[in-house]
């Protein structure tokens, strides 16, 4: 058996924000030489984006960007 590196995840933030009228949970961290973003819906705890940047900052607006234009697309319905 091969031992290859293990990679530790490095620099980690979370973070909970209101968003359009939903509030997401923003997930942050350093994996090798890359930041991973991860953007999930609160209530449920469903993830609903994942980026990657050289940055924090490029990797969060990758993920933000993709949970906005899912969240656009999802009907809301009136309470009755």
Request: contains cysteine; proline residues 4%.
């Amino acid at each position: 058996m091969q031992s290859g590196s293990i990679l530790r995840a490095e620099d980690y933030r979370r973070r909970r924000e209101p968003f359009g009228g939903w509030e997401i949970g923003i997930t942050s961290y350093k994996l090798g030489g890359r930041y991973c973003c991860e953007v999930d819906n609160v209530s449920p705890g469903a993830r609903l984006a994942r980026g990657e940047g050289a940055t924090r900052e490029e990797a969060e607006a990758r993920a933000v960007d993709k949970a906005r234009e899912m969240l656009a697309r999802t009907r809301v319905y009136p309470v009755r």
